[in-house]
Structure formats: C-alpha cells, structure tokens
C-alpha cells in the first residue's frame, strides 16, 4: 500500500479569525481567544485529513496568518527568528527575474512585503516549531508531519545590515534552521520536510543571487539538514509555485534537467509536483532517483474541482 499525505498548508476557517502576528506561538496560547481558535483549526484539519484516509498529516499549518497568497509561509520566520530588527518595512524582493503585472496574485504580494531587517546574527529565536508540533500530535494518532521553507528563499526576501554578501546570509538561515530543526527532532517529530530547495528552478529562474549554482545549494540543503536523519524521515518538497492557486509560470516546467542534483539532497524522500505540471517527468524520475523515497503529486490545486 502507498501511503498519502499533503504537503502542509490547508484553507484557513473563516471563523480562524485571531492572528499571532509577531508574538511568539507560546506567548500566543496564553490567550484564551487564540488558544481556542487555533487549537479548533488543527483539529478540524487533522480530522478531515483522518476522514479523507491520510497517512501522514499535518497541522495544516495553521499558525499562518491570514495574509496575501500564502506570505505568511515567508513572513512567520522572518518576523521570528532571531537578528532581525523590530522595525518592519516594506521590501523589495533582492531576488526577481519580473515583477508580475496587476491581476497576478504575486503583484500583490510583492506589495505586500512588509518585513523587518537583518541586524545581527541569525538564530531560532522564537520560531518554536516544537511547541506546534506537539499541539497537533497530541489531537491524533496520524504520524504528524512538519515542514518549513528553504534559507534561500529567506535570504532573498529581507534587506541585511550585518551579513557581507548575500551567501553568507544564506548559509546564516541554514545555520538557524538546522538548530530549529534538530530541537523538533528531538521533540519526536516524525518528519520534517524542507520545501522549496531552488535546486529545480535553476533552470527556469536562473541561480539565486546570480551566484548560487546547484551544487552549492545541494550543500545549503544538506548543511539544513544535518544531523536529522537517524532522528527522523526527511522530506525534500519541490513543486512550480502555486500562491493561492494560482500558476508562477505560463509554461509547464521540467525537473529532468536537476533530477541527478536532486538525488544529491540529504534526504529520505523527495517530493514531486506532476498533476498540475503533468506526467511527463514521471519516467526520468523513477529512472535517476534510486535511493529515495518518491513522493508523486496527484492532485491538482489549481482549481477547486473535485477530483
């Protein structure tokens, strides 16, 4: 038998009103009001995952405010770790190719980049995904998966007062996240999954900063990593980008030409976007990935028909 899961993130309830904003998730559960209301969320996600024969669940990562196109998967780290000032601003992304055109939801999430600035060294600092973790293992007997977004992507999204380049601001989140990472496997959790290595959209979106090539981020992934495997399952997810169901790219991409990179990753299992994108790399996957776990994509989020 395969066994099924999401990758994570599941539609907020329209009565999940409180935010957490920019206090830490256990300051946030001593409010009676937050508590209730998220505590209500992940159950109500992990039972329509257990209703729906998951194997694997997730919180639905239901500590995300309600912000435009999915930011919070950007913003909760950033307005949490530790090295970043308390002052936020809107900012400009340091890395795009194209600002989308008005009527995309990326246009408006741009606008919408309002974040703090880097000042010092980078650390856990409150991200706490321990404490979440907890929260929704302890509503199910489901193995409960948890996953978090890549430094890179971290690096390109907020403006540094203290790193000399932009690399070592990169490697400054890996450092950070690995920490992070290894307290949550130590916790117990059962898999811990990364997502969004940019390894697959070199080809299509050129390297990161101008200066990261694909075996580097091979290294920033197994550097994020480290120590974990042993602990717990480690999941690579890749997928094309899908904010609020809406595609990054007009044309369908491929991961052909990184797989043998992607093979290179510290991980147990890799995950693959191919409902959405189409079959057509499901051949070159199961012949390149030999020593992993494949994850396979059946189900297109773009659009709410059901399947």
């Known amino acids: 038998m395969l066994p099924t899961s999401i990758i994570g993130s599941l539609p907020r309830p329209a009565w999940h009103t409180a935010q957490l904003g920019r206090r830490s998730f256990l300051e946030a559960m001593v409010n009676a009001r937050w508590r209730e209301q998220y505590e209500d969320a992940v159950s109500t996600h992990l039972r329509a ?85 907890k929260v929704a293992q302890r509503l199910t007997r489901q193995p409960v998966k948890f996953g978090t977004i890549m430094p890179e992507l971290l690096a390109a999204a907020v403006h540094d007062d203290y790193y000399k380049d932009p690399v070592e601001r990169v490697w400054g989140f890996s450092e950070a996240i690995n920490q992070e990472l290894n307290a949550l496997a130590d916790a117990g959790c059962p898999v811990i999954q990364l997502e969004e290595p940019q390894i697959h959209m070199v080809p299509a979106r050129g390297k990161p900063f101008g200066r990261l090539e694909i075996p580097e981020l091979v290294k920033i992934f197994n ?53 959405s994108s189409g079959p057509g790399d499901l051949k070159a996957i199961g012949e390149v990935i030999k020593d992993k776990k494949v994850v396979i994509g059946v189900i297109d989020h773009h659009t709410l028909q059901v399947e």
């Not at 989308?100 to 060294?121: F, N, S």
């Not at 042993?230 to 991961?255: L, M």
Request: proline share 7%.
């Open 49 to 133: 995952q257990e209703v729906a024969g998951l194997d694997i669940c997730t919180d639905g990562d239901a500590h995300y405010d309600e912000e435009i196109g999915g930011w919070s998967w950007q913003s909760y780290p950033l307005t949490h770790m530790a090295g970043l000032s308390q002052e936020v601003a809107l900012t400009p992304p340091t890395v795009a190719n194209a600002s989308p055109p008005r009527g995309m939801i990326l246009h408006d999430q741009l606008e919408a980049r309002v974040l703090p600035r880097i000042t010092g060294p980078l650390g856990p600092g409150d991200l706490q995904y321990s404490a979440m973790w």
């Open 223 to 275: 550097n994020t990593v480290k120590g974990l495997r042993g602990k717990t399952e480690v999941w690579c997810h890749t997928c094309w980008g899908n904010p609020a169901q809406q595609r990054i790219f007009r044309d369908i991409q491929s991961y052909r030409p990184t797989l043998e990179s992607l093979n290179e990753v510290d991980a147990d299992a890799l995950t693959f976007e191919t409902c």
